[in-house]
């Protein structure tokens, strides 16, 4: 008897597990927290050239929106899943850095911000106490905006941005329970570094230049649902 109830609970398994293999598809919602340092640095030719530097945390959140889709190959102890995943972030500057001049007295502001991102993962995931459990690796091409801006004692005002690509990882690691046929929901963590982005413009009729650059990396929290076909 409890040989026969070994055998039907072993079949029972090998029947989830052969059932989780194939499609899914998800989408969630997320916070990002900008967890990075960067400069900023001023150019004034009226002080022989001199550059005003100033360093700053990179401290502020934003919401993001995410979609997902992947395959899941299922093995006897663990699954394998591979996914792609696209990302929109809330539109809101991360930074801005004032800087006074001591020649031409001005407010300096550089702002960059991650505006979008695309990704492939892989990763590996398997069910303990009723709840997937996943690790993965992720590389990363995020979409940066560039900004500064002047706006001096006279009100003369200047404004260059520009729109720049970074390549990233990101490792991470969620936790999902099944709520549905095929349904799940879960949390995911990420943490998400990307290569410097560098920012420099020049100020024609003031002769000013302008330079900045940061190295992006985010801690990224997402509440999602995920579908299995």
Known sequence: MKKALLCGLVALGSANLASAEGWYAGAGLGYKQSAYTGH???QDTLSNGAWSTSKADFSKGDFLVTLSGGYKFSFSEADVFVALNGTLDHQRAEKKVVSNKSVVPSQDQLSIRRTGNIGIDVGISKNVWDLDWSLKVGAALGRFDLN??????ANDSFSSSKKKWALGFAPGFSVEKQVGSGVSVGI?????????VKFAAKNSETNYSYSGSGTPKYHVFTLGVKKSF
Do not use: C
């Open 148 to 153: 500064v801006s002047e706006l001096t004692a």
């Open 188 to 196: 995911t963590y990420e943490y998400q570094i990307y290569q410097k």
């Open 40 to 42: 900023a640095g001023f």
